[in-house]
């Protein structure tokens, strides 16, 4: 069973930056589009951005210009690069790996909070 494992979140304040890292316990067959989404308290997870095998990246309206989502294949790890950070960021930040196959993994989350 693969695991993905977030690290690099926490407390900062507003216009900060934080970077998390996804990695995974092995390679993940088939792997097909690694992605980071948040939950708010009292709110839906949403998509923050995406990328797939093939490079090609996708953003969330809300962090484009200030997030950047990349990845290290040999470590299989996914990264996020959030700067220019607001209270409204303030939320668990999940990974996820979606397969070729229709699997779906995800992380346990790692929560970031903005202060004002």
């Known amino acids: 069973q693969v695991q993905l494992v977030e690290s690099g979140g926490g407390l900062v304040q507003a216009g900060g930056s934080l970077r998390l890292s996804c990695t995974a316990s092995r390679s993940i067959i088939g792997a097909s589009v690694r992605g980071w989404y948040r939950q708010a308290p009292g709110k839906q997870r949403e998509l923050v951005a995406s990328?797939?095998?093939?490079?090609?990246?996708n953003y969330a309206d809300s962090v484009k210009g200030r997030f950047t989502i990349s990845r290290d294949s040999a470590a299989n790890t996914v990264y996020l690069q959030m700067n220019s950070l607001k209270p409204e960021d303030t939320a668990v930040y999940y990974c996820?790996?979606?397969?070729?196959?229709?699997?779906?993994?995800w992380g346990r989350g790692t929560q970031v909070t903005v202060s004002s």
């Open positions: 990328i797939t095998t093939g490079g090609a990246t």
């Open positions: 996820k790996t979606s397969t070729t196959m229709n699997n779906i993994y």
